[in-house]
């Protein structure tokens, strides 16, 4: 059995068809079926599209504020069949684009067809759009309402990983009893997803009660049980390393499971944490047998690992070993790559990786020019980051949030603050279309430079942008009032920004405003 997971990460299950239809639709319908996934942005194309729906009526309902049922809705009107596929395709595609509300109103159309019944797996994926849609309360009573255990069994982790999403400890528990009453906890699952919320709000002892209730339900562990076992060992002082040894003989001794690189990099974890990094080092040497040939994931877990015992010959033994997988490498197995080269101090390696990948990439990531960017920024080497930054520009790089802070952080350290307020006021820009915001920090080294130049005008529209995105402090405040006292200008405004942030004015303020009356 091949390892799937390392430590907790949580993964996904297959989805099944959405829907079980009650008839078969002939072969040569599919081409109107196919006209629907245009409709709804999926990318499934028809050149018949044009004939089912005016052109300027298909491309308004790919709009996310346009509602689907109308136009599904008024293509059965019309005479024409919608396949299972052609609505599972629909609902995944709105999924995708997190158009949730939407999707759920497709399957509230399914429910009130006659030719169409809701299977188990459409009611765990209609579960899942009404936590994201209406939450935690409304989902638990669709779940208790569902018809029959099949159903329930299939919304049952669902439910759990909402309660679990939320660290909902007593609600999740809670609900265990429930599904022991039901008799639906069959399988590792439901004590897997239970493990991982015990390790995200560091409740370790309770780890080991589950794989009590494991072993009294009958319930064999899998490869992520015994993983999620071994982290929690490692994380509670009171079991530590040896524990953990423990747990992966046990593992040895399971002739259900068969030991993969994942548990092996976990019990490497668990001995780099107790400081032993010999130990570490030749149980990934071990993993590193184990690794697939048809897969890249499990080099870039163990590459991490390497990087973290500091041990540069095995990171770059690695990455050589990963480009025998057949495949692209992909951006993040290059962002992986960077990062954990420019975190062993090889800059020079870094950028014979970076130039290796630009010369292969279909589309320039600036994700993974930022990695190189930052580490000339951290090393001082600013003048280097610049001619990196114009190189990316010049090949069609689009700048993101991460790049303008990257930049800005090597101007301020250098005191180039004229290219910093340049990279500053298109930072502000971007701001305003995502939830990135600047660190304090660089947001206050504008405003003393700005201080200090004197440019009150400028440090006006500065700080009233900054408290339009809610990053102003006490102290932004206190440069903006002083500015304003040596020019001899009212603080009105200042003060309504400063009662709007809730505020509240310590000695040094309170004494900078009476001198506005002295």
């Known amino acids: 059995m091949a390892n799937r997971s390392l430590s907790a990460g949580i993964r996904r299950y297959a989805q099944p068809l959405l829907l079980s239809p009650l008839s078969d639709y002939k072969a040569n319908k599919l081409g109107k079926f196919r006209c629907i996934s245009f409709v709804f942005g999926a990318r499934t194309l028809c050149s018949s599209v044009a004939s089912a729906f005016p052109v300027p009526f298909a491309r308004k309902l790919k709009s996310p504020k346009q509602s689907p049922l109308l136009a599904l809705q008024n293509w059965v009107d019309q005479g024409n069949e919608v396949s299972p596929s052609e609505l599972r395709r629909i609902a995944r595609t709105l999924v995708k684009s997190k158009r949730y509300h939407h999707a759920h109103e497709v399957f509230k159309w399914i429910e009130n067809q006659k030719n169409f019944h809701m299977i188990p797996a459409d009611h765990a994926m209609k579960l899942e759009l009404i936590i994201k849609n209406y939450g935690l309360m409304e989902a638990e009573e669709y779940f208790m309402n569902l018809p029959d255990s099949a ?66 339900n009958k319930v064999p562990c899998n490869v992520l049980s015994y993983n999620l076992w071994m982290n929690a060992c490692s994380e509670e002082e009171g079991y530590g390393v040896a524990a953990v040894e423990t747990v992966f003989r046990v593992m040895q001794n399971d002739k259900n499971v068969e030991v993969g690189w994942s548990s092996l990099a976990t019990l490497a974890n668990a001995y780099k944490k107790a400081g032993q990094s010999k130990k570490a080092i030749l149980v990934l040497k071990n993993a590193e047998k184990k690794l697939s040939t048809c897969n890249r994931l499990g080099y870039f877990f163990l590459i991490t690992l390497y990087a973290s015992l500091k041990e540069k010959v095995g990171v770059l033994r690695l990455w050589e ?156 405040y206190k440069i903006l009032l002083r500015m304003h006292l040596s020019a001899n200008k009212p603080p ?22 009476k001198a506005f009356t002295g």
């Not at 897997?192 to 009590?212: G, H, S």
């Open 151 to 216: 159903a329930k069994k299939a919304a049952c982790l669902t439910l759990l990983r909402g309660y679990i999403r939320d660290r909902d400890t007593s609600k999740a528990e809670t609900f265990m009893v429930k599904l022991y009453e039901l008799g639906l906890v069959v399988s590792p699952h439901p004590f897997n997803e239970m493990m991982k919320l015990y390790l995200a709000t560091c409740e370790y002892r309770k780890v080991p009660l589950v794989i009590q209730q494991m072993k009294r």
């Open 321 to 476: 070993a990963s480009k025998a997988v057949g495949g692209r490498i992909s951006c993040a197995n290059y962002i992986c790559i960077l990062t954990c080269l420019v975190k062993l101090g090889d800059i020079v390696q870094a950028k014979r990786v970076f130039l290796e990948w630009e010369s292969n990439c279909q589309k320039y990531d600036i994700r993974v020019s930022n990695v190189l960017l930052g580490a000339y920024v951290r090393n001082g080497l600013v003048e280097e980051a610049e001619s990196l930054h114009l190189h990316t520009l010049q090949k069609g790089g689009c700048p993101n949030y991460k790049t303008l802070e990257i930049l800005i952080e090597g101007y301020v350290n250098r005191q180039k603050m004229d290219e910093a307020i340049i990279a500053m006021k298109r930072a502000l820009v971007m701001m305003k279309d995502c939830h990135w915001r600047l660190p304090h920090g660089l947001v206050l080294a504008i405003a003393e430079y700005l201080e200090k130049d004197g440019n009150l005008e400028y440090a006006n529209k500065y700080i009233i942008d900054i408290h339009n995105f809610g990053l102003v402090s006490l102290s932004l």
């Open 492 to 513: 009105f405004h200042i003060l309504k920004m400063m009662d709007e942030d809730k505020v509240e004015m310590d000695n040094e303020t309170l004494s900078i405003l």
